[in-house]
């Protein structure tokens, strides 16, 4: 078993003793971001571009896909139910009743991802379903932030996540697990793993997203800040577009951790250029930080494009 695969076993392990975890219907860890259309055969040392998700989304339909190894008659009652909310609603009072259930979460790995799995067999109404739109989405932003540099520079694009287990948003979690995000007791497995994740590659950047959790993830990460950038077309609530600290590793070479405003639906083309720009030159100036100077030229001429 090479260390991926054992990173992997231990996050299974870990579903498994903190079974609030089971309610997800899916973990995502490691995942290769293809680059044009090629998917990257990924080992220990490559060049990457981290990026890092705050955790998993998760819609209804999502629920439609079933595990391989669930129990047979459970998979043919959910295959029975009229819709997916139902299935997901069957598996959290499985859990919280500590029936017997196998499966969940399901896995999104290096190993694999669900959406690809073509036996009708797993899904719901024995029709395999497209990845949903918020997954194609995401992956379509974070190739816009990164795959032009990353086809120059050589590197691979990988995907991790701060909390690895899905849900259909932050404000969900106490519904689903019982505790709040800003509260969430699995930081520092997560973080242990991701730092495990980070060392195990030759990681050039780390991009979150997600700007509001920048006080949480500064402690588990040993983060040392050094610039902050702002927004094209500020707002008053919206003012930073990014801020960029300093992954501190004893005897290594310290990483960019560039945090970034979350990529939703709301989120503008002009931003966007702006996180690209910032992801390239770091990445090509060995780490440093741009400028303010030249950042706020760059950021004269996004504001003046009538492309964007």
Known sequence: ????????EEIKSYSEKHTE?????????????????????????????????????????????????????????FTKMK??????????????????????PVEESSNGSFWDDD????????????????????HQRIKKICEDNCKK?????????YFFWSAYGIDKFKERFGFDWEANPHEEFCSGINKKLIDYYNTKIIIYFGISDVDRIKKPFNLEEAEIYE???????????????????????????????????????KEIECMKLLSDYICN??????????????????NSSTNL
């Open 1 to 8: 078993m090479n260390e991926i695969n054992a990173y992997i």
């Open 21 to 77: 975890l089971k309610k997800s219907h899916h973990f995502c860890f490691n995942i290769p971001i293809p680059i044009g259309n090629t998917k990257p055969e990924l080992k220990q040392g490559d060049e990457i571009v981290l990026i890092m998700g705050q955790n998993p989304g998760e819609l209804d339909g999502t629920w439609n896909y079933l595990p391989e190894n669930l129990e047979s008659n459970t998979k043919d009652l």
């Open 83 to 104: 819709s997916p909310i139902e299935i997901k609603k069957k598996v959290a009072e499985m859990v919280d009743n500590k029936e017997q259930i196998s499966g969940y």
């Open 119 to 138: 036996d009708i067999n797993n899904w719901r109404d024995n029709q395999k379903e497209s990845a949903d739109s918020s997954h194609d989405n995401w």
């Open 153 to 161: 520079k050589n590197l691979a694009i990988v995907q991790t996540e």
């Open 231 to 269: 927004v094209p077309e500020p707002k008053s609530n919206k003012k930073d577009l990014a801020r960029l600290y300093y992954l501190k590793r004893a005897n290594k070479k310290d990483i960019p951790f560039l945090i970034c405003t979350h990529i939703s639906n709301y989120i503008s083309n």
């Open 285 to 302: 100036h060995d780490g440093k930080a741009m400028p303010q100077d030249e950042y706020k030229k760059e950021l004269e001429r996004i």
